[in-house]
Each structure stands twice: as structure tokens, then as C-alpha cells.
């Protein structure tokens, strides 16, 4: 099983990045994916989350995110996205990728987002 995040950088205050999250090695399209965040001295917090299909396909979102923050899946391509607008220098962290079902509980390695004039 692997989960591999990419996109993260430095970026203004204002700007926009967009993270991907590439999954191999499990039925993606079963799975609720997920996008955590970590900053330094806070705890892992859920930023954003899509269903599987068959578990309604909605999508949720912590309230310091919505309106600005999207996630979306492919599930032909077993991708996971975070398109990320208006970004603040809050939203620094380390953005990681989760991948959940019944028990079973994958997560990637994270990439990091800075976001600093």
C-alpha cells in the first residue's frame, strides 16, 4: 500500500496550491480519502474528507477551511486532490493523506505547505 502526496511549496499569502495524493496497492474507489494537516506544536486536525460512492460520495470540511479549500477524487487515476484558494499563513503545515476503510487505516508521508510572504 502506498499513499504519495505532492504539490506543496511555498506560497503567498492569497495564493493557491493544489496537493494530489497518488494510491496504489488497495481498491481506491472503496475507500473514504481524507486530507490532515499538521503544524509545528498542534496535533494532526482533518481538513477535508471524500466518501467512496458507495458511502454516499459527499464531501466534508473543517469550517477554517470551507469556501476555500476543495478536495476532489479520481478514481480512475486513484488520486485524491486538495485544490487549496486564498491561502493564509494559518493553513502552514504538513498535509497528509488518509485512507480509510472498516479497519483499515493508511496514511502517506506528507508534504509540507508554507505559506509566508
Known amino acids: 500500500v502506498r499513499l504519495v502526496e505532492s504539490g506543496g511549496g511555498l506560497v503567498q499569502p492569497g495564493g493557491s496550491l493544489r496537493l494530489s495524493c497518488a494510491a496504489s496497492?488497495?481498491?481506491?474507489?472503496?475507500?473514504?480519502m481524507r486530507w490532515y494537516r499538521q503544524s509545528p506544536g498542534k496535533g494532526r486536525e482533518l481538513v477535508a474528507a471524500?466518501?467512496?460512492?458507495?458511502?454516499?460520495?459527499?464531501?466534508n470540511y473543517d469550517d477554517s477551511v470551507k469556501g476555500r479549500f476543495t478536495i476532489s477524487r479520481d478514481n480512475a487515476k486513484n488520486t485524491v486532490y486538495l485544490q487549496m484558494n486564498s491561502l493564509k499563513p494559518d493553513d502552514t503545515a504538513v498535509y497528509y493523506c488518509?485512507?480509510?476503510?472498516?479497519?483499515?487505516?493508511?496514511w502517506g508521508k506528507g508534504t509540507l505547505v508554507t505559506v509566508s510572504s
Open positions: 488518509n485512507a480509510v476503510f472498516f479497519a483499515q487505516n493508511y
Open positions: 496497492g488497495f481498491t481506491f474507489s472503496s475507500y473514504t
Open positions: 471524500a466518501n467512496s460512492a458507495s458511502a454516499g460520495g459527499r464531501t
